[in-house]
């Protein structure tokens, strides 16, 4: 329990015995002047059943065995205080008798309906606390189900409006084969947006002392078409995969992209070229991401030769027919 939660308790019980306290003492001082005006200050004792019982049965089923037990205290006082009988008429026992019946009744009376009281309030004390609960995690499952139902119809929207599935990169893949060099290219800058997850990237090939421009997606309008120094000296140096999720390569990265790829050669290990992929989720930098990538530089080194996949038939030279 928190500091501000005790204090809001505290509070509230200092409120409630200002109350219990308020109620009790109206009800007396009403019941006792209204006792000196119409029988001279008697405690009711010719009235039946006597009114002091009202306090004590409300202040029982309202409060409990504490404020009831009290003021079956205060009825029994005034009782005895303005009980004016004379005894000498009457057998001793039987006046005592009839002196403690009535606040023995009020007691007996007040603990056991207070007792009840408290079960009850206690029960529903914590039925109230159990659909307090129940609200709020049916608030928390309506919330839930709300955001996997928008995520269910949003993944249905993208599943339905894809253009790259199965059968589209099949078709990719089958036109790396063809003898037309730019269909070449396509097929491959398709397959490289597809395994990347992004259009957004530019495959560069390293000559002599520069990294030019090879291969872009289809919304790299404006990226430079040679790499800048640093970062082909940390592409050649590194031979790895370079991403602003390492803050050694942010600097060399910035502006540039949000990851470098370098593409080895397995016949010669030496560096081919890189790919550099300038917009990605930051978020998706993780393990899972990274081997993609990995395996995307493994498959399109050797694609980066362009040479085609079709094979010529040979043609015989026409002889003559003895």
């Not at 504490?66 to 026992?93: C, K, M, N, Q, T």
């Not at 949003?154 to 589209?168: D, K, N, Y």
């Not at 800058?189 to 090939?205: M, N």
């Amino acid at each position: 329990m928190t500091q501000h939660e005790q204090g809001r308790g505290g509070t509230s019980r200092w409120r409630r015995v200002a109350r219990i306290t308020t109620e009790m003492t109206t009800a007396f001082v009403a019941l006792a002047a209204l006792d000196w005006w119409l029988t001279g200050g008697t405690g009711f004792a010719q009235i039946q059943p006597n009114p002091y019982w009202l306090p004590v049965l409300v202040m029982a089923l309202a409060y409990g065995t504490g404020p009831g037990v009290l003021a079956a205290a205060i009825a029994s006082a005034l009782w005895l205080v303005h009980v004016h009988e004379d005894a000498g008429a009457r057998d001793y026992l039987d006046y005592l008798f009839h002196l403690s019946v009535q606040p023995l009744l009020w007691f007996v009376t007040a603990g056991a309906v207070g007792e009840v009281t408290i079960l009850r309030t206690t029960r529903q004390d914590r039925l109230e606390t159990r659909g307090r609960v129940a609200t709020r995690n049916l608030a928390r499952l309506t919330e839930a189900f709300a955001t996997l139902s928008h995520t269910n119809r949003r993944l249905q929207v993208q599943i339905a409006s894809e253009a790259r599935t199965v059968g589209h990169a099949i078709d990719t893949a089958t036109r790396l084969s063809s003898i037309d060099p730019a269909e070449r290219r396509g097929a491959i800058g398709e397959l490289i947006a597809l395994a990347a997850r992004t259009d957004d990237f530019t495959c560069y090939r390293i000559a002599g002392d520069e990294a030019r421009a090879w291969l872009r997606g289809s919304v790299t309008a404006g990226r430079p078409d040679i790499v800048p120094v640093g970062l082909r000296e940390r592409i050649l140096r590194r031979r790895g995969i370079l991403h602003v999720a390492n803050r050694g390569d942010r600097s060399v990265l910035d502006g540039i992209g949000v990851a470098a790829i370098t593409l080895v050669d397995p016949k010669t290990t030496t560096v081919a070229g890189c790919l550099i992929l300038h917009t990605l989720p930051f978020d998706s930098l993780n393990a899972n991401r990274i081997a993609d990538l990995n395996e995307i530089a493994a498959w399109l080194t050797p694609l980066m030769a362009d040479t085609p996949r079709a094979t010529q038939r040979p043609v015989r030279s026409a002889g003559l027919v003895a």
